[in-house]
């Protein structure tokens, strides 16, 4: 099959932030598919001005120069979504080819998907990755009713338009069944573990600690993500603090970037424990992440606690999974529960910080304790979030999509996560 693939935030392995997409896709191309991404190319250098193809892997990559970052405020990002949009339109409806896949977010991206499927006369297939507008309505983006009803249609409108829909967690399954959209037409695909390029590898994890002198040997205590007000770092500040006075050798470093990240900084310079025991560095390749979780004791997967947040599928969970680390999460939900019941972390869930320190402190130092978590998180990696299952499930769904689309495709991803 020819598939045309619309994701605004494509990523390789060599830039920064999630390759969900680069990876399922790679392995659909190795499956004998031809694959085109419509996607939106975000440095601001302004030496790109239009449209440009490029091959990684054998995948073709159509990049258009829409400027966007984390540092971006609503208003800015959702003229970048609008700016794509016209854009992926035209660029999508002239590719040919025999399904459309549209991955959210944002939600915005439905229409080029919608347009495309459409003028070509092929079903598209959309991706729920957030719960959109939930979420910016829950945080406070979308807040005039005129923007909530219309995105509300929208969100309809894109489910309606979909042939199948595939949804990244049971609780974002569950929002697209309550939107109307029957619950027989969505399978649930969460993202998943790149158990080979996040083997556990020792070495890298020891020259990753060699090269940092305030590191060496000590405990650590890793988040690596998006510096979002969604995402709370702060509260690695606070963790900080209280370990400071628990353990002053337990070191935490906070990796990556976003409009939220000098805010952490400055809390973190007036709670004294910026570069005392809290570090910072940026945002790298997901190439090179592999040697920070090596390096890594304990992982972490943060969010505020809304409600709207609790089905999220954040990457950076799996990561962790994969190189066989504990992971620290702050949050409920199915992730949660996952931690809960497979004994692979810790669920902090509603712990007050100076508990949460408390068992940090001991765990963090039980090498027994790191030693059985991890290989329960590595086995839970391969036997449940593997990339290679993963990727299987998904040409299941876009072939019954495309040549039986009468038949159910709920079956075909059938995991009790």
Not at 24 to 33: E, F, P, Y
Not at 126 to 133: A, H, N
Not at 147 to 164: P, Q
Not at 318 to 334: C, E, K
Request: a positive charge.
């Amino acid at each position: 099959m020819k598939i045309i693939y619309l994701h605004q935030y494509f990523n390789t392995p060599e830039m920064s932030g999630s390759t969900r997409t680069y990876e399922m896709v790679r392995r659909l191309v190795a499956a004998g598919h031809e694959v085109h991404i419509v996607t939106s190319w975000r440095e601001q250098d302004g030496k790109k001005k239009e449209w440009f193809t490029t091959n990684e892997d054998g995948i073709v990559v159509h990049w258009y120069p829409v400027p966007y970052s984390n540092h971006m405020g609503y208003s800015r990002r959702i003229r970048a979504f609008i700016q794509f949009v016209l854009a992926a339109s035209k660029k999508a409806a002239s590719l040919k080819g025999d399904v459309v896949f549209a991955c959210s977010a944002p939600l915005t991206i439905a229409i080029p998907g919608v347009i495309a499927a459409r003028k070509n006369r092929i079903p598209m297939i959309f991706e729920v990755r957030d719960l959109w507008p939930e979420l910016p309505i829950a945080m406070g983006a979308l807040r005039n009713p005129v923007s909530i009803f219309l995105a509300r249609a929208l969100e309809r409108w894109a489910y309606k338009s979909s042939a199948a829909v595939v949804a990244l967690s049971p609780g974002m399954k569950d929002g697209v069944v309550k939107a109307g959209y029957p619950a027989e037409r969505v399978a649930v695909i969460p993202n998943s573990s790149d158990n080979r390029q996040f083997a556990p590898n020792p070495e890298a994890g020891q020259a990753f600690r060699a090269a940092r002198p305030w590191l060496g040997s000590k405990p650590l205590l890793i988040y690596a993500g998006t510096f979002g007000p969604i995402n709370g770092v702060g509260y690695m500040v606070d963790l900080a603090e209280a370990l400071l006075e628990r353990n002053p050798d337990i070191r935490i470093l906070l990796v990556g970037d976003g409009m939220e990240r000098p805010k952490v900084i400055e809390k973190a310079k007036a709670r004294g424990v910026y570069e005392k025991n809290l570090f910072f560095e940026n945002q790298m390749p997901k190439k090179d992440v592999t040697a920070l979780f090596a390096a890594a004791d304990i992982s972490s997967s943060l969010f505020i606690d809304i409600p709207e947040m609790r089905p999220n599928s954040a990457n950076k969970f799996f990561d962790a999974l994969a190189s066989g680390t504990p992971v620290l999460i702050n949050y409920g939900g199915w992730q949660h529960d996952l931690v809960t019941s497979r004994e692979c972390g810790l669920a902090m869930w509603k712990k007050p910080i100076n508990e949460v320190a408390d068992i940090v402190a001991e765990k963090i130092t039980d090498a027994e304790w790191c030693r059985k978590t991890g290989e329960a998180a590595r086995q839970l990696a391969e036997t449940m979030f593997n990339r290679d299952l993963q990727a299987r499930q998904l040409e299941k769904v876009i072939r019954t999509a495309v040549e039986t689309p009468d038949l159910p495709v709920a079956p075909l991803a059938e995991l009790n996560y």
